[in-house]
T-cell receptor, first 116, second 116 residues
């Protein structure tokens, strides 16, 4: 069975601090895909990044960076120099490869509050 | 860039009434997904369509039905509404890269359904 665990329910930081959101996943598939989505207070779900199971290259995009480690089944997300606009719920999600089903299995989300 | 359009954005219904939610995918996207997000919860997959055929089914109640039309828009029909159906309903769309790859799902703004 597939499962995504985001152990951090809420994180509160002060603006300009760095913050890392943890994501641990479980799957028996050899091909799978991992995603991060952001849900600001307005409610929409915004796609941030997608990673394939066969691509462990980590990525940096502006203030965002992602650390994918298959050995520990983790796909962590770091925001550098956090800003108030980063305040949102962040969801990690998993999808099976192979085309049989592409539904997303979400973690329970981490509420990030960035204080000014 | 064009995004996923959902209508209506807000809907208030009484118990036992019916509701129809509409989703217009991003142009040239051939796959539509429906998710339900209860208050304080993560999105849960309901159903998906690829090229107008149902491709996968999740925890969708028998009271709900959905379809994808020839222009690729989709409708989620909900009957005999219950208080527990109050939630944010998301539609997402994607374009299949190939049968062996998982596409990225882009979400609409959601329809907030309140059942009184």
């Amino acid at each position: 069975a597939q499962k995504v665990t985001q152990a951090q329910t809420e994180i509160s930081v002060v603006e300009k601090e760095d913050v890392t959101l943890d994501c641990v996943y479980e799957t028996r598939d050899t091909t799978y895909y991992l995603f991060w989505y952001k849900q600001p207070p307005s409610g929409e779900l915004v796609f941030l990044i997608r990673r394939n199971s066969f691509d462990e290259q980590n990525e940096i995009s502006g203030r965002y960076s992602w650390n994918f480690q298959k050995s520990t089944s983790s796909f962590n997300f770091t925001i550098t120099a956090s800003q108030v606009v980063d305040s949102a719920v962040y969801f990690c999600a998993l999808s099976q490869g192979g085309g049989a089903t592409n539904k997303l299995i979400f973690g329970t989300g981490t509420l990030l509050a960035v204080q000014p | 860039a064009a995004g996923v359009i959902q209508s209506p954005r807000h809907l208030i219904k009484e118990k036992r009434e019916t509701a129809t939610l509409k989703c217009y995918p991003i142009p040239r996207h051939d796959t539509v997904y429906w998710y339900q997000q209860g208050p304080g919860q993560d999105p849960q997959f309901l159903i998906s369509f690829y090229e107008k055929m149902q491709s996968d089914k999740g925890s969708i109640p028998d009271r709900f039905s959905a379809q994808q039309f020839s222009d690729y828009h989709s409708e989620l029909n909900m009957s005999s509404l219950e208080l527990g159906d109050s939630a944010l309903y998301f539609c997402a769309s994607s374009a299949r890269d190939s049968p062996q790859l998982v596409d990225t799902q882009y979400f609409g703004p959601g329809t907030r359904l309140t059942v009184l």
